[in-house]
């Protein structure tokens, strides 16, 4: 886990220790949340999985709905949230709900999830990934060092490091995904591309795999529930502070 989801899960439990989150909500509930989600899958149980920090489960899930409802709280699509904002009262507060980059299993795990509940939500779509031409560049990292017992980084100067372990996988990565992020995007994904080739993977088969096609897309958008959104054109990276 990198520092900074450690320092964020520090102050969650400090916060579920201490109860703040009850004898605070009047001053810090406000009017409404917006809650941003990634990816919605079963527990992977290996135990190298580097991208968990973006990932819910569909049980997780079930339990968030339940609660905003049990809490009193409105679900509501997001383009509501401009009038809930600029209504003079409140009778209850709201919930938006979005999921970024258009993976499938959002239309797999999470869709049914929000259909029973009967809550609205949107789906923020990067173009070049429904065109299955764009780079998850942090699955290819993840699955080569997945296979790998040694990586080689041809990057302004090769890096080699032993990947038997998961702890040894978990340490390659953070090193690569730093060094990488520090950089162009064009490095990164040519990087990406050459670790994915060493461990027998089609880095252009990962974003197809894992993310909906247009088609899919049509399909939620017919869904009165589901909002489509615009998420860049191929998802740049942003370097790494931590």
Same mark, same amino acid.
């Given at each position: ?26 001053? =810090?509930?406000?009017? @409404?949340?917006?809650?941003?989600? %990634?990816?919605?899958?079963?527990? !992977? ?20 709905? &339940?609660?905003?409802?049990? +809490? ?14 600029? =209504? %003079? ?10 999921? $970024?980059?258009?993976?499938? $299993?959002? =239309? ?9 509940? /009967?809550?609205?939500?949107? #789906?923020?779509?990067?173009? +070049?990934?429904?065109? /299955? ?23 302004? /100067?090769? #890096? !080699? ?9 978990? =340490? ?12 162009? $995007?064009?490095?990164?994904?040519? &990087? ?10 089609? &880095?252009? +088969? ?13 399909? #939620? &958008? ?6 489509? @959104? ?13």
């Amino acid at each position: 886990m990198r520092l900074r989801h450690r320092i964020i899960a520090a102050g969650l439990r400090a916060v579920v220790d201490l109860r703040a989150d009850c004898w605070l909500r009047v001053l =810090a509930q406000g009017c @409404g949340v917006i809650l941003m989600f %990634h990816r919605v899958r079963p527990r !992977r149980t290996e135990r190298f999985v580097p991208n968990q920090a973006i990932e819910i489960t569909p049980e997780f899930l079930d339990f968030v709905l &339940a609660e905003l409802r049990r +809490e009193g709280f409105d679900i509501v699509p997001l383009e509501a949230v401009p009038y809930r904002l600029c =209504a %003079h009262r409140f009778s209850r507060p709201f919930a938006a709900l979005t999921f $970024d980059d258009g993976y499938r $299993d959002n =239309a797999e795990y999470a869709w049914p999830i929000l259909k029973r509940h /009967g809550a609205a939500w949107t #789906l923020f779509v990067a173009a +070049e990934f429904a065109d /299955g031409r764009g780079r998850l560049w942090w699955v290819e990292l993840e699955e080569a060092i997945a296979r790998l017992d040694r990586i080689v980084l041809r990057d302004e /100067g090769t #890096l !080699r490091l032993p990947t038997r372990t998961a702890r040894e996988k978990q =340490a390659a990565f953070n090193a690569v995904s730093r060094r990488l992020r520090a950089g162009p $995007d064009e490095r990164l994904r040519a &990087a990406a591309n050459d670790l994915a080739t060493q461990a027998g993977i089609d &880095a252009s +088969e990962v974003t197809r795999n894992h993310c909906l096609s247009w088609d899919e897309i049509r399909t #939620l &958008a017919s869904v009165s529930d589901v909002t489509i @959104g615009a998420h860049t054109l191929s998802h740049p990276s942003w370097p790494s502070t931590i």
